[in-house]
């Protein structure tokens, strides 16, 4: 008999349709007015033969071969084992590492982003356990907005997220505003997921809303799908990593016009002369004015002064997404969107001024916040050192080193043993050739894993998990109201745990348990969350009781409305009233704490810096085009490439990759061939689609392909299916943010002649019986 169960995913809520115990389907929920086809086909990986099913430990590592430097790890053979035998290691391991290395050489920043649900949180389990056992080196920042998070608290002060609730709602926007001109776009596809989960997908109705309100759009990337056909946008293709440029043409053109925002200026902001005579070439000899700004960024002079115009004559919005500043100076864009829409007249204004993020996810400008709710509770790491996140490699490489980190000096920490539970650094991190040297480096690498994706293969010892539907759990997304049951559909694959299971069985053996599970099992736990949210709230009035809401699938939480601390609003209104937590209280269009760090790649006002990589370098002889490595439409990263809504995308089983007729005209590229693209750093083969929705000089290759390197301990070895990281940089933005500049690329791309080999990403490593 079917049964129907409520399903949490960071892509939405679904239902499961099981019978006697099997997953036969993944439906839409009905009230979900844009589901996301991603959920469906998770049913396809979810018994697939990349499923991790028992404990495995590489051989070398097991047999007590050297394991550092020149080890095996990424070509060797597994040996499966029990589970009592890898509990018995791994705790051995980190004792042994703890007394001889001490607790930092453990490293448990673990980025990644796991599945939904408050209790299975990869990290937060992770973290947990490993601060009860000592403690760890953590990480710092995300991939996602590293650059973003550092340099808006120096410029609007605040939590780096607090931007979330501070801008504009889509409800504001399409009621206030005239004219929305977005840097990299609005992209829909990527309004598929919200962290932690979500119950109706809403970012799609309210853009319609926005134009039917007669809302106008600018899309300013090197991609014309960024936006949605039903905005109608104007397309103002972009020089990728020279927004910063087109914000200082546009800017240039205000001031000596006189349409800037003088009022808004002197009272809300600090450092605007100095930061004018930058623009108008004071300091440099160069003035900033339209005609400069088209030279670099390839959009014409009259486009420049039109914004520039429309942007000070009407209700305008200035929004930049994050992938502008996953780049080279990162920083810039995001520091000079903020200064352009204070100059704009608009900052502060309903409906109007800036914002970032909007449709990167199905929450940001939809609802500014919701009640709090309970999640693994975190214990304080009694180990200080952390790295930024994007510097994995470097630490690897070069422990000891010391390295700038927003006004800090950072000593990079000797990593011995490496444990990744929720998150997948042979998808995420740039330049996997240098990763994978890098990784050579530690004496053990743990990781929890549901798959044999590029980050098991790469383990010494790989500990198989249940996947989020495998379990029992609730989800809450990032601002969405929802709680969302998510009842376990089926039993673990194999002998594959939760996180939670597995980390108590090491706490036991190394004397923490009870600190550990509190002696509540996991269903308490779930229960227990539940319940503290609920208490919290005020109980009944609040929220139904646990078995009402697990019955029912679905609560709604109270939304959190302002006024928010920051708001620019209040800010227009008293700035002496209402400051900002900046040093000046106002928006801080030169920063006297920035320019004291120093930094030549980061100064006190926003500035253009020449990308290392961008199609006027002259690198662009031999690699003419520019990658564009977004995110996937097809999946969340590298999570469900193996679903069925991925893997029918794939072009000869390969990733596609987007070309410009013409660029593909000059190389003798057809749709649908097997093309290698490829850099110094490496190469990887994709299936070519053709279109003009990319410009001339980009080629767009998504993220998350499963890496699945010919030799995998050869440098620069051809990839078979179209991982775009086996091309990208191993840069930090700057000294100040040190985030990943995974956007900063040059490629080459000719069709493949050679015998087409077979895409073994999704085959297991050889696998042995214990001996
Ligand atoms: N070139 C380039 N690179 C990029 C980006 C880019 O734009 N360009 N974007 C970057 C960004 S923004 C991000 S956020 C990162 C994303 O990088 P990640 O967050 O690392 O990517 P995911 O594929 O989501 O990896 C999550 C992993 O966790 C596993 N997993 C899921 N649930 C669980 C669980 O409950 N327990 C355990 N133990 N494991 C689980 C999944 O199987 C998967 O392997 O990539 C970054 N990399
Ligand atoms: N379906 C799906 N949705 C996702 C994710 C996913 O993996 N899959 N990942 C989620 C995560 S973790 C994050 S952080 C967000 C990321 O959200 P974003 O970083 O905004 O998303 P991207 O798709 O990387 O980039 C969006 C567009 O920016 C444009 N762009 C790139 N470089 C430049 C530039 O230099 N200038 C300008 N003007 N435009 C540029 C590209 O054309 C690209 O299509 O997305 C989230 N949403
Ligand atoms: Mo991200």
Not at 167 to 184: D, K, R, S, T, Y
Not at 234 to 250: H, K, Q, R, S, Y
Not at 684 to 696: F, I, K, Q, T
Request: with cysteine; hydrophobic share 40%; glycine share 10%.
């Amino acid at each position: 008999m079917e049964r129907r169960m409520s399903v949490a995913t960071h892509w939405g809520s679904f239902v499961a349709v099981v019978d006697s115990g099997r997953l036969v389907r993944i439906e839409p929920r009905d009230d979900d007015p844009a589901p996301s086809p991603i959920g469906p086909g998770m049913v396809v990986a979810a018994d697939d033969s990349a499923r991790v099913l028992r404990p495995a430990v590489r051989r070398g590592w097991l047999n007590g071969e050297p394991r550092t430097h020149g080890a095996a790890r990424g070509t060797d053979a597994f040996v499966e084992v029990s589970w009592d035998h890898a509990i018995t290691l791994v705790s051995d391991e980190l004792r042994r590492v703890r007394s001889q290395h001490g607790d930092s050489a453990v490293f448990g920043g673990s980025y990644g982003w796991a599945s939904a649900g408050r209790f299975h949180n990869a990290q937060g389990q992770l973290q947990r356990f490993l601060a009860l056992g000592g403690g760890y080196t953590d990480s710092r920042n995300t991939y996602s907005t590293a650059a973003l998070e550092v340099i808006l608290p120096h410029v609007i002060g605040g939590h780096p997220w607090s931007y979330q609730s501070r801008m504009p709602m889509w409800g504001a926007i399409a009621e206030h505003c005239e004219l929305v001109v977005a840097f990299g776009g609005l992209a829909l596809k990527n309004s598929q997921i919200n962290p932690g989960g979500l119950a109706k997908h809403q970012t799609r109705d309210l853009q319609r809303r926005c134009r039917e309100a007669g809302v106008e759009f600018v899309n300013i990337s090197p991609i014309r799908s960024d936006t949605a056909d039903f905005l109608d946008a104007e397309w103002l293709p972009v020089v990728p990593n020279t927004d910063t440029a087109a914000m200082l043409g546009i800017a240039h053109t205000m001031l000596v016009n006189g349409w800037h925002d003088e009022d808004f200026l002197r009272r809300c902001c600090v450092g605007f002369d100095r930061f004018a005579a930058y623009l108008v070439g004071e300091l440099d000899g160069v003035r900033k004015d339209a005609a400069w700004a088209a030279g670099i960024t390839g959009i014409s002079r009259e486009a420049i002064t039109d914004l520039a115009r429309r942007l000070t004559d009407r209700r305008s919005l200035i929004v930049v997404n994050y992938a502008v500043q996953r780049a080279d100076h990162g920083e810039q864009p995001i520091w000079m969107s903020v200064v352009l829409a204070a100059m704009a007249g608009s900052m502060g204004r309903p409906g109007c001024g800036w914002g970032t993020g909007y449709a990167t996810m199905d929450a940001t400008g939809v609802a500014e916040g919701r009640a709090s709710v309970a999640t693994i509770p975190a214990v304080p790491n009694p180990v200080p050192d952390f790295i930024p996140v994007a510097r994995i490699a470097d630490t690897l490489l070069h422990p000891g080193e010391v390295i700038d980190y927003d006004g800090k000096r950072l000593t990079l920490p000797e990593l011995r043993l490496v444990y990744w539970c929720g998150g997948n650094p042979f998808h995420h991190h740039q330049d996997l050739h240098r990763l994978s040297r890098a990784w050579q480096a530690p004496d053990t690498v743990v990781v929890h894993e549901a798959w044999w994706n590029t980050t098991a293969k790469f383990a010494d010892i790989v500990l198989p998990v249940a996947t989020g539907l495998e379990r029992d759990d609730f989800a809450a997304g990032f601002s969405d109201p929802h709680l969302v049951a998510m009842p376990k559909v089926r039993e673990p694959a194999g002998e594959s745990r939760t996180d939670h299971r597995i980390f108590a069985a090491l706490a036991a053996r190394l004397g923490f348990e009870r600190e550990f599970t509190e002696s509540r099992s996991e269903s308490d736990w779930v229960r227990h969350l539940y319940e503290q949210t609920r208490a919290a709230l005020g109980g009944d009035a609040a929220l139904p009781g646990f078995d009402d809401f697990w019955r029912n699938s679905t609560a709604e939480l109270p939304a959190l409305t302002g006024p928010f601390h920051g708001s620019f609003e209040a800010l227009r209104a008293d700035p002496r009233r209402s400051p900002l937590s900046t040093p000046s209280g106002r928006i801080e269009i030169f920063s006297e704490e920035i320019d004291s760090f120093g930094y030549d790649d980061c100064a006190g006002h926003p500035r253009w810096y020449e990308p290392a990589e961008w199609l006027h370098a002259g690198l662009s002889d031999r690699f003419p085009l520019h990658l564009i490595s977004n995110q996937p439409a097809s999946r969340l990263h590298s999570q469900y490439d193996n679903g069925g809504h991925s893997l029918a995308s794939k072009i000869r089983g390969r990733e596609p990759v987007t070309i410009h007729p013409s660029v593909a005209a000059a190389r003798g590229i057809e749709s649908g061939m097997v093309v290698r693209v490829y850099n110094d750093r490496g190469s990887c083969l994709a299936g070519a689609v053709l279109s003009d929705d990319v410009m001339p000089g980009v080629v767009q290759l998504a993220t998350g392909a499963w890496w699945d390197p010919v030799r995998p301990g050869l440098s620069g070895t051809l990839d078979r299916h179209g991982n775009p990281n086996a091309l990208t940089a191993d840069r930090p933005c700057s000294r100040l943010s040190q985030g990943p500049s995974a956007l900063s690329a040059l490629v080459e791309i000719e069709p493949y002649d050679g015998p087409l080999p077979e895409v073994l990403a999704f085959a297991p490593p050889s696998l042995e019986p214990p001996s």
